[in-house]
Protein backbone atom coordinates (compact mmCIF):
# COMPACT_ATOMS: atom_id res chain seq x y z
CA UNK A 1 0.00 0.00 0.00
CA UNK A 2 1.24 3.81 -0.55
CA UNK A 3 1.80 5.58 2.01
CA UNK A 4 -0.94 8.12 3.68
CA UNK A 5 -1.39 11.09 2.13
CA UNK A 6 -1.68 13.20 6.01
CA UNK A 7 0.12 11.51 8.63
CA UNK A 8 -0.33 12.66 11.72
CA UNK A 9 1.21 11.21 14.92
CA UNK A 10 1.02 12.34 18.54
CA UNK A 11 -0.24 16.10 17.56
CA UNK A 12 -0.06 18.12 20.82
CA UNK A 13 -1.52 21.36 21.04
CA UNK A 14 -1.51 23.03 25.12
CA UNK A 15 -2.36 26.82 25.74
CA UNK A 16 -1.27 28.08 29.02
CA UNK A 17 -3.57 30.42 30.51
CA UNK A 18 -3.37 33.25 32.96
CA UNK A 19 -0.12 35.76 33.54
CA UNK A 20 3.54 34.96 34.48
CA UNK A 21 4.71 36.45 37.66
CA UNK A 22 8.13 38.05 38.23
CA UNK A 23 8.94 35.31 40.61
CA UNK A 24 6.81 32.45 39.49
CA UNK A 25 4.55 31.15 36.96
CA UNK A 26 0.83 30.91 38.11
CA UNK A 27 -0.10 29.97 34.73
CA UNK A 28 -2.51 26.56 34.17
CA UNK A 29 -2.25 24.71 30.77
CA UNK A 30 -5.20 24.06 28.70
CA UNK A 31 -4.78 20.60 26.92
CA UNK A 32 -6.69 21.69 24.00
CA UNK A 33 -5.38 18.52 21.56
CA UNK A 34 -3.34 15.64 23.58
CA UNK A 35 -2.12 12.76 21.82
CA UNK A 36 -4.07 12.59 18.49
CA UNK A 37 -2.73 10.45 15.74
CA UNK A 38 -4.38 9.34 12.41
CA UNK A 39 -3.91 8.45 8.41
CA UNK A 40 -5.62 9.93 6.05
CA UNK A 41 -5.65 8.61 2.49
CA UNK A 42 -6.00 10.56 -1.11
CA UNK A 43 -8.93 10.89 -2.54
CA UNK A 44 -10.98 9.54 1.22
CA UNK A 45 -12.67 11.59 3.81
CA UNK A 46 -12.29 11.06 7.70
CA UNK A 47 -14.69 12.59 9.74
CA UNK A 48 -14.18 14.11 12.92
CA UNK A 49 -16.76 13.94 15.70
CA UNK A 50 -16.98 14.81 19.29
CA UNK A 51 -18.77 17.56 21.69
CA UNK A 52 -18.03 21.21 21.52
CA UNK A 53 -14.73 21.50 23.06
CA UNK A 54 -13.28 18.41 22.40
CA UNK A 55 -10.61 19.87 20.43
CA UNK A 56 -11.49 18.90 16.53
CA UNK A 57 -11.09 22.06 15.09
CA UNK A 58 -8.00 23.27 16.88
CA UNK A 59 -6.60 19.54 15.60
CA UNK A 60 -7.13 21.25 12.06
CA UNK A 61 -5.74 24.15 12.59
CA UNK A 62 -2.63 22.41 13.99
CA UNK A 63 -2.40 20.48 11.07
CA UNK A 64 -2.44 23.26 8.63
CA UNK A 65 -0.23 25.72 10.98
CA UNK A 66 -2.41 28.31 12.55
CA UNK A 67 -1.90 26.92 15.53
CA UNK A 68 1.74 25.65 15.49
CA UNK A 69 1.86 22.04 17.29
CA UNK A 70 2.85 21.98 21.08
CA UNK A 71 4.39 18.71 19.86
CA UNK A 72 4.00 15.59 17.66
CA UNK A 73 3.90 14.97 13.92
CA UNK A 74 2.23 15.84 10.75
CA UNK A 75 3.21 14.93 7.48
CA UNK A 76 2.02 15.73 4.34
CA UNK A 77 3.04 13.07 1.37
CA UNK A 78 5.84 11.89 3.78
CA UNK A 79 6.96 16.26 4.25
CA UNK A 80 7.20 17.35 8.36
CA UNK A 81 5.11 20.31 8.51
CA UNK A 82 5.51 21.09 12.15
CA UNK A 83 9.17 22.03 11.79
CA UNK A 84 8.60 24.45 8.90
CA UNK A 85 9.21 28.50 8.70
CA UNK A 86 6.56 30.74 7.20
CA UNK A 87 8.58 30.79 3.74
CA UNK A 88 8.55 27.48 3.83
CA UNK A 89 5.32 26.76 4.01
CA UNK A 90 4.42 28.33 0.65
CA UNK A 91 4.60 25.89 -1.77
CA UNK A 92 2.45 23.20 1.17
CA UNK A 93 -0.09 26.09 1.16
CA UNK A 94 -1.07 25.13 -2.73
CA UNK A 95 -1.99 21.42 -1.45
CA UNK A 96 -3.47 21.84 1.81
CA UNK A 97 -6.50 24.22 2.32
CA UNK A 98 -8.99 25.27 4.90
CA UNK A 99 -12.91 25.77 4.24
CA UNK A 100 -14.08 27.37 7.70
CA UNK A 101 -17.32 27.23 9.52
CA UNK A 102 -18.61 30.43 9.53
CA UNK A 103 -19.29 32.16 6.03
CA UNK A 104 -20.05 35.57 6.99
CA UNK A 105 -16.27 35.66 8.88
CA UNK A 106 -14.51 33.97 6.60
CA UNK A 107 -14.63 36.18 3.90
CA UNK A 108 -13.49 39.69 3.83
CA UNK A 109 -16.40 41.98 3.46
CA UNK A 110 -13.83 45.07 1.86
CA UNK A 111 -12.68 42.56 -1.21
CA UNK A 112 -15.18 41.72 -4.23
CA UNK A 113 -15.40 37.96 -5.05
CA UNK A 114 -12.92 38.41 -7.81
CA UNK A 115 -10.26 39.89 -5.29
CA UNK A 116 -11.24 36.92 -2.73
CA UNK A 117 -10.38 34.40 -5.69
CA UNK A 118 -7.26 36.15 -7.35
CA UNK A 119 -5.75 36.96 -4.08
CA UNK A 120 -4.24 32.88 -4.00
CA UNK A 121 -3.15 33.68 -7.37
CA UNK A 122 -1.66 36.34 -7.16
CA UNK A 123 0.37 35.26 -3.80
CA UNK A 124 1.31 32.46 -5.80
CA UNK A 125 2.30 33.31 -8.72
CA UNK A 126 -0.28 31.11 -10.96
CA UNK A 127 -1.47 32.25 -14.27
CA UNK A 128 -0.92 35.46 -15.91
CA UNK A 129 -2.76 38.58 -14.75
CA UNK A 130 -5.27 38.56 -17.23
CA UNK A 131 -6.19 34.97 -16.71
CA UNK A 132 -6.66 34.99 -12.69
CA UNK A 133 -10.05 36.58 -13.42
CA UNK A 134 -11.19 34.16 -16.16
CA UNK A 135 -9.85 31.29 -13.67
CA UNK A 136 -11.83 33.06 -10.75
CA UNK A 137 -14.82 32.69 -13.05
CA UNK A 138 -14.57 29.31 -13.75
CA UNK A 139 -13.83 28.38 -10.22
CA UNK A 140 -17.39 30.26 -9.30
CA UNK A 141 -19.20 28.18 -11.69
CA UNK A 142 -17.35 24.96 -10.72
CA UNK A 143 -19.65 25.47 -7.03
CA UNK A 144 -23.15 26.30 -8.80
CA UNK A 145 -22.45 30.27 -8.75
CA UNK A 146 -22.81 32.69 -11.31
CA UNK A 147 -19.94 33.89 -12.97
CA UNK A 148 -21.33 37.07 -13.69
CA UNK A 149 -21.50 38.12 -10.22
CA UNK A 150 -17.44 37.94 -9.45
CA UNK A 151 -17.70 41.73 -9.22
CA UNK A 152 -19.99 41.64 -6.34
CA UNK A 153 -18.88 41.48 -2.39
CA UNK A 154 -19.62 38.97 0.17
CA UNK A 155 -22.73 41.10 1.65
CA UNK A 156 -24.84 40.62 -1.44
CA UNK A 157 -25.01 37.01 -1.42
CA UNK A 158 -26.74 34.58 1.00
CA UNK A 159 -25.10 32.03 3.85
CA UNK A 160 -24.98 28.98 1.18
CA UNK A 161 -23.61 31.74 -1.55
CA UNK A 162 -21.13 32.72 0.52
CA UNK A 163 -19.72 29.49 1.82
CA UNK A 164 -19.42 28.41 -1.88
CA UNK A 165 -17.20 31.47 -2.29
CA UNK A 166 -15.64 29.90 0.28
CA UNK A 167 -15.12 26.48 -1.39
CA UNK A 168 -14.29 28.30 -4.48
CA UNK A 169 -11.39 30.28 -2.35
CA UNK A 170 -9.98 26.89 -1.23
CA UNK A 171 -10.37 25.25 -4.57
CA UNK A 172 -8.26 27.76 -6.55
CA UNK A 173 -4.67 26.48 -5.61
CA UNK A 174 -5.74 23.15 -6.84
CA UNK A 175 -4.92 21.35 -3.40
CA UNK A 176 -4.98 17.84 -2.56
CA UNK A 177 -6.39 18.25 1.35
CA UNK A 178 -9.11 20.28 2.48
CA UNK A 179 -9.75 20.76 6.15
CA UNK A 180 -13.12 21.39 6.38
CA UNK A 181 -14.54 22.75 9.93
CA UNK A 182 -17.55 22.27 10.44
CA UNK A 183 -18.75 23.67 6.92
CA UNK A 184 -22.53 23.17 6.68
CA UNK A 185 -23.67 23.92 10.44
CA UNK A 186 -24.10 27.64 10.35
CA UNK A 187 -26.49 26.82 7.28
CA UNK A 188 -30.11 25.95 6.90
CA UNK A 189 -31.05 22.39 6.47
CA UNK A 190 -31.82 22.68 2.76
CA UNK A 191 -29.28 24.34 2.23
CA UNK A 192 -26.81 22.09 4.23
CA UNK A 193 -27.79 19.22 1.65
CA UNK A 194 -26.71 21.50 -1.28
CA UNK A 195 -23.41 21.85 0.14
CA UNK A 196 -22.70 18.49 1.39
CA UNK A 197 -23.64 17.02 -2.26
CA UNK A 198 -21.31 19.69 -3.97
CA UNK A 199 -18.68 18.61 -1.38
CA UNK A 200 -19.26 14.89 -2.92
CA UNK A 201 -19.31 15.81 -6.32
CA UNK A 202 -16.13 18.34 -6.27
CA UNK A 203 -14.33 15.20 -4.51
CA UNK A 204 -15.21 12.76 -7.11
CA UNK A 205 -14.17 15.58 -9.49
CA UNK A 206 -10.29 16.51 -8.03
CA UNK A 207 -9.53 13.86 -6.29
CA UNK A 208 -9.92 15.40 -2.93
CA UNK A 209 -8.62 14.02 -0.08
CA UNK A 210 -11.10 15.84 3.40
CA UNK A 211 -10.96 15.98 7.07
CA UNK A 212 -14.26 16.57 7.99
CA UNK A 213 -15.23 18.21 11.25
CA UNK A 214 -18.96 18.09 12.13
CA UNK A 215 -21.63 17.24 14.78
CA UNK A 216 -24.79 15.95 12.49
CA UNK A 217 -23.47 12.70 12.30
CA UNK A 218 -25.87 11.86 9.79
CA UNK A 219 -23.89 14.29 7.44
CA UNK A 220 -20.96 12.52 8.79
CA UNK A 221 -22.24 9.04 7.89
CA UNK A 222 -23.36 10.49 4.29
CA UNK A 223 -20.31 11.72 3.35
CA UNK A 224 -17.32 10.25 5.43
CA UNK A 225 -15.42 6.35 4.57
CA UNK A 226 -13.90 6.60 7.99
CA UNK A 227 -15.01 8.29 11.51
CA UNK A 228 -12.63 9.31 14.34
CA UNK A 229 -14.39 10.39 17.58
CA UNK A 230 -12.90 12.74 20.07
CA UNK A 231 -13.39 13.17 23.44
CA UNK A 232 -11.45 15.93 25.88
CA UNK A 233 -8.69 16.45 23.27
CA UNK A 234 -7.88 12.35 22.42
CA UNK A 235 -8.87 9.83 20.11
CA UNK A 236 -11.61 7.52 22.03
CA UNK A 237 -12.49 5.89 18.34
CA UNK A 238 -11.49 5.31 15.30
CA UNK A 239 -13.32 2.67 12.43
CA UNK A 240 -14.88 2.73 9.21
CA UNK A 241 -17.91 4.65 9.00
CA UNK A 242 -20.35 1.28 8.69
CA UNK A 243 -18.82 -0.19 11.42
CA UNK A 244 -18.90 2.77 14.02
CA UNK A 245 -22.34 3.29 13.35
CA UNK A 246 -22.97 -0.34 12.97
CA UNK A 247 -20.98 -1.76 16.19
CA UNK A 248 -19.51 1.48 18.16
CA UNK A 249 -16.84 -0.11 20.33
CA UNK A 250 -16.29 3.11 23.35
CA UNK A 251 -19.55 3.76 25.32
CA UNK A 252 -19.03 7.54 24.63
CA UNK A 253 -19.11 6.85 20.33
CA UNK A 254 -22.56 4.86 22.05
CA UNK A 255 -23.64 7.45 23.63
CA UNK A 256 -22.90 9.99 21.02
CA UNK A 257 -25.16 7.51 18.79
CA UNK A 258 -28.03 7.10 20.78
CA UNK A 259 -28.58 10.74 20.51
CA UNK A 260 -29.43 10.27 17.00
CA UNK A 261 -33.15 10.22 16.13
CA UNK A 262 -34.17 7.40 14.15
CA UNK A 263 -36.84 8.47 11.21
CA UNK A 264 -38.55 4.97 12.06
CA UNK A 265 -41.32 6.32 14.77
CA UNK A 266 -41.67 2.54 15.91
CA UNK A 267 -37.95 2.21 16.55
CA UNK A 268 -37.41 5.48 18.01
CA UNK A 269 -40.21 5.21 20.85
CA UNK A 270 -38.48 1.88 21.06
CA UNK A 271 -34.29 1.83 21.28
CA UNK A 272 -32.11 2.73 24.13
CA UNK A 273 -31.47 6.50 24.87
CA UNK A 274 -27.86 6.60 26.39
CA UNK A 275 -28.12 10.06 28.73
CA UNK A 276 -24.73 10.87 29.98
CA UNK A 277 -24.29 12.53 33.57
CA UNK A 278 -22.52 15.46 34.54
CA UNK A 279 -20.85 17.95 32.49
CA UNK A 280 -17.86 17.66 30.38
CA UNK A 281 -14.68 18.43 32.22
CA UNK A 282 -12.24 21.31 32.25
CA UNK A 283 -9.45 20.49 29.42
CA UNK A 284 -7.77 23.05 32.41
CA UNK A 285 -7.77 20.16 35.07
CA UNK A 286 -9.13 16.76 33.10
CA UNK A 287 -9.54 13.85 35.37
CA UNK A 288 -6.89 11.58 35.94
CA UNK A 289 -6.78 7.92 34.48
CA UNK A 290 -9.53 7.13 31.10
CA UNK A 291 -11.20 11.40 30.93
CA UNK A 292 -14.10 9.69 30.35
CA UNK A 293 -14.56 7.77 33.38
CA UNK A 294 -16.50 10.36 35.52
CA UNK A 295 -19.14 10.23 32.90
CA UNK A 296 -19.12 6.41 31.81
CA UNK A 297 -21.63 4.30 33.03
CA UNK A 298 -19.54 1.10 32.89
CA UNK A 299 -16.65 2.58 34.89
CA UNK A 300 -17.46 0.50 37.75
CA UNK A 301 -17.11 -2.92 36.17
CA UNK A 302 -13.57 -2.54 35.63
CA UNK A 303 -11.87 -3.94 38.96
CA UNK A 304 -9.09 -2.27 40.40
CA UNK A 305 -10.62 1.29 39.82
CA UNK A 306 -8.25 1.00 36.88
CA UNK A 307 -10.45 3.81 34.81
CA UNK A 308 -9.51 6.55 37.46
CA UNK A 309 -5.88 5.47 37.60
CA UNK A 310 -5.09 4.55 34.18
CA UNK A 311 -4.91 6.01 30.62
CA UNK A 312 -6.17 3.59 28.51
CA UNK A 313 -4.03 3.24 25.32
CA UNK A 314 -5.48 3.53 21.72
CA UNK A 315 -5.55 -0.24 20.71
CA UNK A 316 -6.04 -1.29 16.96
CA UNK A 317 -7.98 -4.50 16.24
CA UNK A 318 -8.97 -5.57 12.80
CA UNK A 319 -9.05 -2.12 11.11
CA UNK A 320 -10.45 0.09 14.15
CA UNK A 321 -9.37 1.09 17.24
CA UNK A 322 -10.77 2.04 20.77
CA UNK A 323 -9.32 3.71 24.23
CA UNK A 324 -11.21 1.69 26.87
CA UNK A 325 -10.26 -0.84 29.24
CA UNK A 326 -13.20 -2.86 28.63
CA UNK A 327 -12.72 -5.84 26.09
Known sequence: MSAPLLRVRELTKHFPIGKRGMFSDQRKILRAVDGVSFDLERGQTLGV????????????????????ATSGSVQLDGVELTSLSRSEWLPYRRRIQMIFQDPYASLDPRQTVSSILTEPLTIHKLAKPKERKLRAMALLDAVGLNPRHIDR??????????????????????????LLDEPVSALDVSIQAQIVNLLGELQERFNLAYLFIAHDLAVVRHLCDEVCVMYLGRVVEQA?????????????????LSAVPHPNPHIERTRERIVLTG???SPLDPPSGCTFHPRC???SEVPDDRCARECPALVTSEGRSAACHLP
Open 153 to 178: YPHEFSGGQRQRIGIARALALEPELL
Open 297 to 299: AHA
Open 49 to 68: VGESGCGKSTTARAIIGLHP
Open 240 to 256: PRDELFESPQHPYTKAL
Open 279 to 281: DVP
